[in-house]
């Protein structure tokens, strides 16, 4: 029986090895490989694993196509739901979505759907399939800000539909956190995040780069001067959170998305990894998200030894296991029950040290949450050059400072409606982390989809 098929493993890069290099961790599954996983779904006639995917791909579906080896099939099943395979598979938490809901996980190993959705998002990129088929234009224009996941998925559905769309982006390149935020060695940028934003591109949507909405131009530029007949904000949050404790002013105190966004500019510049980062012979990064692993893993990889910060245990870590496995893999030390209390200086100006308090977990809260609590007496200090806080974002400003009417919450984020992403501004619609905070690329890319739907009825019904 199919479900008596052990997970097939995927290969990966030796841990001594990759340590200190940049290439992906993560081999991928071979043809044999993945047909074999593949064989391994039931097929279940009420598809849990469709129902947690974000963008509803349709699982089963593109399964059991690589099980027959059908790949360019699998390719346009997926596509209809998405057009970021090869980022999806490698990036997205599927152990809590799709995976987590796999029938065959109840009693053993789920169906290693984001393997397989790497594959086939792979496999169609390497023989080059076209999936740019759109609907006839139907004369209306829609604006994007910003080309992380969930401005490109709502760009691509709303070009499906026939609309003009533009994506105004900040930087120099497209992608957002895909391009910026997420390592090399997780999410390679020129062999995957390029090429499947030129198939978001093949599609007819347009991208302009160093666009400063805000700034260079205005959303009511956009509604009222250039013709748009709705605007989606999806410009993420790239505003780092500190933890407001003394010391964190002195020279080596980093955000996690600023030393993320400098390692990932040499690439995008071709530049070597050893362009001096400033990472001393120690860091300490404060956080257990996957942020924070990226963080840590990456100034391994640039020569510090590397260590983990994290005031809760080991069983609270938000991180994907994948992530913590592959860390504790490549030597990342990790200090669980610890809080940082100051950042410690020396008569330069720069950091020593980190000065720290020993915590344990108290009793459940109504959530079923236990919170951590400082140990009496447990202060000691930690010797590092460099301290990075992934402690999460918060939306920039300045969309929501030019634009009247753009009603933000107290953290900062935009007000729109759960499953349409409509503002309180009409014509306006967000969603991804702008509306969220610091969440999911396949969530971000969820509230593009919805959005998309939404604009999509929103200018029909102007018509009426």
Known sequence: MANKIPRVPVREQDPLVRASN?????????????????????????????????????????????????????????????????VCGRVC?????????????????????????????????????D???????????VAVIGSGPAGLACAADLAKMGYEVKI????????????????EFRLPKNDVVAKEIDNVRKLGVEIETDVVVGRTVTVDD?????GYDAVFIGSGAGLPKFMGIPG???????????????????????????????????????????????????????GAESFIIYRRSEKELPARVE??????????????LTNPTEVLGDENGWVRGLRCVQMELGEPDASGRRSPQVIPDSQFDIECDVVIMALGTSPNPLISSTTEGLDINRWGCLVAEDATGATTREGIFAGGDAVTGAATVILAMGAGRASAKAIDEYIKSKKQ
């Open 22 to 86: 940049f290439a992906e961790v993560c081999y991928g599954y071979n043809v044999e490989e993945a047909k074999l996983e593949a064989s391994r779904c039931i097929n279940c006639k009420k598809p849990r694993c469709v129902d947690m995917c974000p963008v509803s791909v349709k699982i089963p579906d593109f399964i059991q196509e690589v099980a027959n080896g059908n790949f360019e099939t699998a390719s346009r099943i997926i596509a209809e739901d998405s057009l970021l395979p090869s």
């Open 93 to 129: 938490p599927q152990e809590s979505q799709c995976e987590g809901a796999c029938i065959l996980g109840i009693k053993g190993e789920p169906v290693a759907i984001g393997k397989l959705e790497q594959f086939v998002g792979d496999w169609g990129r390497d023989n080059n399939v």
């Open 131 to 141: 999936l740019s088929e759109v609907g006839p234009s139907n004369g209306h224009k």
């Open 168 to 183: 105004f982006e900040a930087l120099h390149k497209p992608g957002g956190v895909l391009e910026y935020g997420i390592p």
């Open 222 to 226: 956009l509604l009222d001067h250039e």
């Open 248 to 302: 964190e002013n002195l020279n080596g105190v980093v955000s996690a998305n600023e030393f993320l966004t400098r390692a990932n500019l040499m690439k995008a510049f071709d530049q070597e990894y050893d362009t001096p980062i400033y990472v001393g012979k120690s860091v300490a990064v404060v956080g257990g998200g996957n942020v924070a692993m990226d963080a840590v893993r990456t100034a391994k990889r640039l």
């Open 323 to 336: 992530e913590v496995h592959h860390a504790k893999e490549e030597g990342i030390i990790f200090k669980m």
